[in-house]
T-cell receptor, first 112, second 111 residues
């Protein structure tokens, strides 16, 4: 099953675009990719999910190349409130079985 | 107001005691999950359940037990067999598209 690897930490400034990349070299055909945001002492919050190419919603974009061995979460124009830990999840669904491989998280610090 | 709730928020346990963490959801989701998170670490799956009266072990099920008697509820028992139970415990549920919605978490401390 795919192992997910992401940078431990990143720094940015308000108003900048931030791109966080997750590597999942052994991703399988039916696996899908989801990103979550977590603030201290809270449960993670869903950001975006995708399978291939590009997905965009009101808060982020997710870029997945054709080989699907990586994915990039893009946060446009970050603010101080985007300071959080961001997790990449690669998940496989086979009937009632789930295999969930979480990255260790990227701690994003947004500076004024 | 739909959501997923966990109680209590903080829990203290003496060594050798079993303790049960509550998780309830009113999202009408079939699937529910329990995770453990240690300081500075990612999420590790303890148990999950895709349907009532059925559940599967995750990556770190030893020392834990669950039940799924109702769709809305998925309680987790941390038994005395769990050697290092101090952690932040997160419950989640998911619907047909498998997006997980998390509760606020329970912080368990063993004294």
């Amino acid at each position: 099953l795919a192992k997910t690897t992401q940078p431990i930490s990143m720094d940015s400034y308000e108003g900048q675009e931030v791109n966080i990349t997750c590597s999942h070299n052994n991703i399988a055909t039916n696996d899908y990719i989801t990103w979550y945001q977590q603030f201290p002492s809270q449960g993670p919050r869903f950001i975006i999910q995708g399978y291939k190419t590009k997905v965009t919603n009101e808060v982020a974009s997710l870029f997945i190349p054709a080989d699907r061995k990586s994915s990039t979460l893009s946060l446009p124009r970050v603010s101080l409130s985007d300071t959080a830990v961001y997790y990449c999840l690669v998940a496989r669904v086979q009937g009632n079985n789930r295999k969930l491989i979480w990255g260790l998280g990227t701690s994003l610090a947004v500076n004024p | 107001d739909g959501g997923i709730t966990q109680s209590p928020k903080y829990l203290f346990r003496k060594e050798g005691q079993n303790v049960t963490l509550s998780c309830e959801q009113n999202l009408n989701h079939d699937a529910m999950y329990w995770y453990r998170q240690d300081p500075g670490q990612g999420l590790r799956l303890i148990y999950y359940s895709q349907i009532v009266n059925d559940f599967q072990k995750g990556d770190i099920a030893e020392g834990y037990s669950v039940s799924r008697e109702k769709k809305e509820s998925f309680p987790l028992t941390v038994t005395s067999a769990q050697k290092n139970p101090t952690a932040f415990y997160l419950c989640a549920s998911s619907g047909p598209v498998d997006t997980q919605y998390f509760g606020p978490g329970t912080r368990l401390t063993v004294l």
